[in-house]
């Protein structure tokens, strides 16, 4: 069975490679290519929408798809917990509806977050420093928001980390009670570090992304899944398997298309 995807932001960067990757692939066909000019109803007649525009516009563009009865891949930064609830309020008033929505496309990026999940359990003293380029136009990334959310999951029990001095600036903006510390600069694409300290040590997972080509096996796997998702799923991580226990104790879920 193909497919029928529609892209919106495709003439973006992201967007772009998302183009291109959908017209190569034998099970997906792009029917739609929308800019910033596109009128709306251009997506109907797609199964599924790939958001892949701003943040200020994101939210109205994914609600037109899912009111309109289509499977979404919500790939625009900046979707916080109260965006992704509402979401989850829309597409539930749908029978069927579906939304992926996925922070980062990188598989080595959602590996760095297991990881600095499992690593968070076992330290008190833990920040993140993430960094991209000068036009990334929203801070904390969605990436960083995500790593910090599921670190605080992860700390049910033990609480929440220890950051002195979160009442100046300089530290900061916490998420879970995770400091974040956004840097926009020139010549970057995209770095993360987790740094965890304790007693004598430190420890650091860092993720860097030198090009677009690390986006591309994830973004495939994210659009078949989105054609047959009901209900909203956030993160990568959800969609294939890391080999890494959930912090409940729970098996690692399946992978839903190798790679």
């Known amino acids: 069975m193909t497919v029928r995807v529609a892209v919106a932001g495709a003439t973006g960067k992201l967007g772009s490679v998302a183009v291109r990757l959908i017209e190569a692939a034998d099970d997906l066909e792009l029917v739609a290519a929308l800019d910033s ?31 309109n009865g289509l499977k979404v891949l919500v790939g625009t930064s900046g979707w916080s917990a109260d965006r992704i609830l509402d979401l989850e309020r829309r597409v539930a008033a749908h029978d069927g509806g579906g939304a992926v929505v996925i922070p ?56 929440p980390v220890d950051a002195p001095h979160t009442d100046q600036r300089a530290r900061g903006q916490q998420v879970a009670s995770v400091p974040i510390h956004s840097l926009r600069m020139r010549g970057v694409v995209a770095e993360q570090q987790v740094i965890f300290g304790g007693a004598g040590e430190t420890l650091t997972i860092q993720h860097d992304t030198v090009g677009s080509e690390a986006y591309e096996a994830g973004i495939l796997v994210a659009v078949r899944a989105a054609a047959t998702t ?30």
Do not use: Y
Request: charged share 20%.
């Open 104 to 159: 980062n496309f990188s598989l080595g990026s959602a590996l760095g977050t297991a990881f600095a999940t499992v690593a968070a359990r076992f330290f008190d003293s833990i920040e993140i420093v993430e960094t991209h380029g000068a036009g990334k136009v929203d801070s904390p990334s969605g990436t960083a928001v995500r790593t910090a959310e599921l670190i605080g999951a992860a700390r049910l029990q033990r609480g």
């Open 37 to 67: 000019r596109s009128p709306l109803d251009a997506m109907l007649g797609a199964d599924v929408l790939v958001d892949m525009t701003l943040p200020q516009v994101s939210q109205r563009i994914v609600h037109f798809a899912v009111d």
């Open 230 to 259: 009901t209900g909203v799923v956030v993160g990568l991580d959800k969609l294939i398997d890391l080999g890494i226990a959930e912090p409940d104790g729970e098996p690692p879920r399946p992978t839903v298309r190798e790679v």
